[in-house]
């Protein structure tokens, strides 16, 4: 009867998670295809597109990521009975990053409680803070990424704690995973190592990983764990990279993405000052005041302060202060930066300012304490939804967003329309043509999906008989002069700030 009293409020606690990851599933389900598909979920579908067609997955070490994400949406859209670009549509294309972003609360549950509350007020912030909920609606590799790290974390956490050597398997598949996600990861991996040996470091906090530890671990299998989560990542990656053997030369590619992360790094046309994360997070602009960055900034602030001078154990709050640090150093100082990439490091700090968010919660004794909760939880709540549906629902796409970067026009989706127009127009017994002239053109291939016969061109074909034709800026003046008088041109958006050119025969133009 006393061990079923202890797992009592722990029982509790996965129970709430497991609602709150239910109601973050149904939340972010809501309006799925509200935003224009982004280029970079353009590029994931056709790399999807090709997973159902049966091709074996390549990865190209120049400008991509790893497989983890088109094997997941790949899932997805065989459940939908989906297997070409052309039945894609964008709430399906999403899907897979809703139920691992749900998922990843669910996994919050794995990690020691501090203090109670701490879990399910990181919970709250996770499901409902902005850049969570608009990214968790995003068709990117950054919320895998986020459920990788938080069980790589979790798994250690419990296998310190039970010596089960599970949870070193469980490692294990989840370093691979983060690695089959992004090449980044390596940078979060070995960051998170650093981590906790700078904080083993400190006599407090040594004491309490010993108090932590289980009586089932020694050296020697310390050893045969680390072991273990290093063959098993390993042969995720090969297996992932290679596409189970089919590409041999995949897992030689990964390899050969480090230095060619490390370039990257240096901008790409991505450059932007060290404090623009920062900016992003804290400025309040037209659409809304930032409510998460400042909530998250102050319970974090206390959370880190509160877990030095405390009876409880706190190596792990310890750990992700100095892990959150860390990465967020390390990306504010790489000229590459897009916002998506703040997840690395918010993903630490929502955990710290659940701590702190839940030690509020327990300043106060008798009657006080259980109003004092539920104020501080509705505020909060309140405020974070406030920031979330304007930003993440209603503006999605406008250029003040922060987190709306290089976004898809929304003027784009007259295109398809514009097209099917003018091919009702044309000969019925010829193909209709659509030739694309430019370097840069995504994410047209997503928007011209439902067309059979598009090509993508440096300069436009002279044998070609197109019946449309797509331009950018810099090539239109070519392209109107090859095509002659009979073309009528039309500007289109594209991308925030990008326009491209629509030319159609005259004759479509007419009654």
């Known amino acids: 009867m006393k061990s079923t009293v202890k797992r009592l409020p722990k029982i509790r606690v996965w129970l709430w998670l497991v609602c709150i990851a239910i109601a973050t599933a149904v939340f972010y389900k809501t309006g799925l295809d509200i935003r ?13 597109s090709e997973r159902l067609a049966g091709q074996a997955y390549h990865y190209d070490p120049n400008d991509r990521h790893g497989p983890s994400l088109s094997w997941l949406e790949s899932k997805v859209f065989e459940f939908y009975s989906v297997n070409k670009l052309g ?34 007020t990181s919970a709250l912030i996770f499901a409902l803070g902005a850049p969570f909920v608009f990214y968790g609606r995003y068709a990117l590799h950054e919320p895998v990424l986020i459920f990788s790290t938080l069980l790589l974390i ?3 956490s419990r296998l310190w704690t039970t010596g089960n050597l599970k949870w070193a398997l469980i490692a294990g ?53 680390l072991t273990l989560i290093l063959v098993v990542s390993v042969g995720l990656v090969l297996l992932a990279y290679s596409s189970f053997g089919k590409n041999p030369s995949g897992f030689y590619d990964f390899f050969r993405s480090i230095p060619l992360l490390l370039k990257r790094a ?30 998250t900034l102050g319970f974090a602030t206390l959370g880190a ?63 006080l304490n259980p109003v004092l909760q539920r104020a501080i939880t509705l505020i909060v709540i309140f405020l974070l939804v406030r920031q979330t549906d304007r930003l993440c629902f209603r503006y999605t796409s406008e250029s003040q967003n922060p987190f709306s970067y290089s976004s898809t026009s929304p003027d784009l989706e007259r295109l398809p329309l514009r097209l099917n127009h003018v091919a009702a127009t044309a000969t019925a017994n010829k193909p209709f043509i659509v030739a694309v002239v430019s370097k840069d053109y995504w994410p047209l291939p997503w928007t011209l999906r439902s067309f059979n016969h598009v090509g993508y061109f440096d300069q436009l074909p002279e044998t070609l008989e197109v019946s449309a034709v797509i331009s950018s800026l810099e090539y239109a ?5 090859q095509l002659g008088k009979n073309w009528v041109q039309e500007f289109v958006g594209l991308r925030q700030d990008v326009l491209i050119v629509l030319f159609t025969p005259e004759s479509s133009h007419s009654g």
């Open 266 to 295: 240096a901008g790409s046309g991505h450059e932007k000052p060290w404090y623009t994360y920062a900016v992003w997070l804290l400025k309040p602009t037209e659409l809304s005041f930032p409510f998460f960055g400042w909530i």
């Open 87 to 120: 039945d894609m549509n964008a709430a399906e294309l999403r899907i897979s990053s809703v139920l691992t972003a749900a998922a990843s609360i669910v996994v919050l549950g794995l990690l020691p409680e501090a203090l109670p509350g701490a879990l399910l």
């Open 36 to 48: 224009p598909v982004h280029t970079d979920e353009a590029v994931n579908a056709v790399i999807t």
């Open 477 to 481: 003046p070519t392209v109107a002069k």
């Open 154 to 156: 979790a798994s250690l």
């Open 305 to 367: 302060i509160r877990s030095f001078f405390t009876p409880h154990n706190t190596f792990l709050i310890r750990t992700l202060v100095v892990y959150g640090l860390f990465i967020f150093l390390i990306y504010s100082f790489t000229p590459y930066k897009t916002p998506w990439l703040m997840l690395e490091f918010l993903m630490p700090a929502v955990l710290v300012a659940g701590y702190g968010m839940a030690s509020v919660w327990n300043l106060s004794k008798g009657n």
């Open 173 to 225: 598949l989840s370093t691979g995973l983060a690695l089959c996600t992004k090449e980044a990861s390596l940078i979060t991996l070995i960051t998170i190592g650093l981590s906790i040996f700078v904080c083993s470091k400190f006599k407090s906090s040594r004491a309490e990983l010993i108090e932590t530890r289980s009586p089932l671990i020694n050296q020697s299998r310390v050893r045969f764990a």
